[in-house]
């Protein structure tokens, strides 16, 4: 392991426990995470839990062979945060856009 890996924590964050949870910025990075690292597995239950004052994301994953697997994820970065005026206007564009396609 590398300096940057461990002024980084990746060294330590697996996804096992909440004290090695994934950090996050936002609910798709956990899925992204998902697909990257968890080949083969799909989300099956998602819950938000509170250890000591922090959220985390708990996602339970299964795949075709019955096997199950909990990753965690901080999500402190962005649960309860109000959303800035650029990433309000962004989701705007987003909707218009999508909107535009519907018609």
Not at 7 to 13: A, C
Request: one cysteine or more; charged letters at 30%.
């Amino acid at each position: 392991m590398g300096i940057f890996d461990k002024l980084s924590g990746r060294g330590r964050r697996d996804g096992s426990s909440p004290e090695k949870a994934i950090v996050v910025g936002s609910g798709p990075e956990e899925y992204k995470w998902v697909a990257r690292h968890c080949p083969g597995f799909e989300v099956k239950l998602q819950a938000l839990i509170d250890v000591d004052g922090n959220p985390y994301d708990v996602l339970t994953l299964s795949n075709n062979k019955g096997q199950e697997q909990t990753v965690y994820f901080d999500i402190s970065k962005f649960y309860g945060k109000e959303p800035s005026d650029a990433e309000i206007q962004a989701l705007k564009k987003k909707m218009e856009l999508l909107l535009q396609e519907r018609d």
